[in-house]
């Protein structure tokens, strides 16, 4: 008997009962499609992963050791069970893909997240066409659209050095796996100066500049005293805020690079000093425009604001439908 949803959403995960595999499961299952390594597409205790070649490094440093991985290129077929599925860059993060997945002439495609803006730190999203698109919905509000990268880039960096010609450390947090190495590869467009970076952020920026990735030269700021931090730019995750962590730059000032930096009540709710518009997801306008560009003739939302897009895209004629996952929003 064929199943009539080639993708269906189980206790596990998202379920390919043809081709007997899960894609990003949230519990553990004999083989795992992973479209990246973000905690809540990635999880330990399965038994076989697979994913794209270009990020296996980042998997490596969040996976067991004895954890079995194995590769794909981008566009290499492969057959699972009656199905044929291949990986396309999803511009999110390194590595990053959206899953396609064949069976009998139909197509679906799983973007897990991605965005169309340009980043240095991995390869453009490919528009894959299909008839079932399942789309990520971060941050499909209207309010969400987002500022070309490089202007975001020169806001950073004059945010630094007005903070340098006051004798101030500039922190920026950023998410610590994909936006904190965007950043750092971003700025390498305009300065040489190095950047210091938190222990969280090191080992994940190491891997980027394994896989050819420029960036600016970073140093650890694990030098709790002796090191003069005034003037510096370093990067932290969000968790580090208001932590004694932080005692160590002396007289500073907070940034944040975040999506959710668009809406101002997020913005003085979150209290930094200043936040900068830079997101590893698609906006708003980015949504529709790939939704239709897919040419999908069916629209499945796994998270964010899946509700707002659903609704959206039935008013514009299109049959679209929220999934419910256990994906949250990493930013
Ligand atoms: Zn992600
Ligand atoms: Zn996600």
Request: proline residues 5%; aromatic residues 10%.
């Amino acid at each position: 008997m064929i199943e009539k949803e080639l993708i269906t959403v189980t206790s596990r995960g998202l379920h390919c009962a043809a081709g007997d595999f899960y894609i990003d499961p949230w519990q553990p299952v004999a083989r795992a499609l992973i479209t990246h390594a973000h905690g809540d597409h990635l999880r330990g205790g399965s038994a076989a992963y697979y994913l794209a070649a270009a990020g296996i490094g980042l998997a490596r440093q969040r996976l067991p050791a004895d954890a079995t991985i194995h590769p794909l290129g981008y566009g290499e077929c492969v057959r699972f069970g009656d199905t044929q599925v291949s990986l396309h860059p999803a511009g999110h993060i390194l590595g990053s893909s959206q899953i396609r997945v064949e069976r009998a002439g139909e197509v679906w495609v799983v973007s897990g997240d991605y965005k169309r803006d340009s980043d240095p730190t991995c390869l453009p999203f490919e528009v894959v066409p299909c008839d079932v698109f399942i789309s990520e919905a971060t941050f499909a509000l209207p309010a969400y659209r987002w500022t070309d990268t490089p202007t975001v880039a020169r806001e950073i960096l004059s945010w630094w050095h007005e903070n340098r010609s006051r004798g101030l450390a500039s922190v920026l947090f950023a998410y610590a796996l994909g936006k904190a190495q965007r950043v750092l590869a971003e700025l390498a467009a305009f300065t040489n100066d190095s950047a210091y970076v938190h222990g969280a952020i090191a080992g994940l920026t190491d891997v980027y500049r394994e896989n050819g990735i420029p960036m600016l030269n970073t140093l650890p700021a694990t030098v709790a005293g002796g090191a003069n931090y005034a003037g510096a730019l370093i990067l932290a995750p969000p968790s580090a805020a208001g932590s004694p962590w932080m005692r160590r730059f002396g007289d500073h000032r907070t940034g944040f690079c975040s999506g959710w930096m668009r809406v101002r009540g997020d913005r003085r709710r979150r209290g930094y000093d200043r936040g900068f518009v830079l997101s590893d997801h698609a906006d708003w306008p980015s949504l529709l425009r790939t939704c239709h560009e897919t040419g999908a003739r069916r629209i499945l939302l796994t998270h964010g604001y899946t509700d707002a897009l659903c609704r959206y895209l039935r008013e514009q004629g299109v049959d679209a439908a929220s999934l419910r996952t256990e994906y949250g929003a990493e930013e």
